[in-house]
């Protein structure tokens, strides 16, 4: 933690020069520093409200992850 901070370089950047996972070292960072991560909370699951409560009437959504993976959703 101590070479990112000197490194004059952002947690992102120095993470992409040492080839480290970004949200893994900004958990050890809060760790380190005495931060309780256990209470920051991230929903695993968001519902979106539709416009007048209707279900819709059909819906495609791709997801690109990268080096030729996609999902795809489809909803007739």
Do not use: N
Not at 30 to 48: I, M
């Amino acid at each position: 933690m101590s070479e990112q901070t000197s490194s004059g370089l952002s947690q992102q950047a120095f993470c992409a020069r040492h080839d480290l996972g970004l949200s893994r070292f900004g958990k050890w960072k809060c760790l380190l520093d005495g931060v309780d991560v256990s209470q920051q909370s991230t929903p695993s699951f968001v519902e979106l409200p539709l416009r007048d409560g209707a279900s819709p009437p059909g819906y495609e959504i791709e997801l690109d992850l990268g080096e030729g993976m996609h999902f795809r959703f489809r909803r007739g």
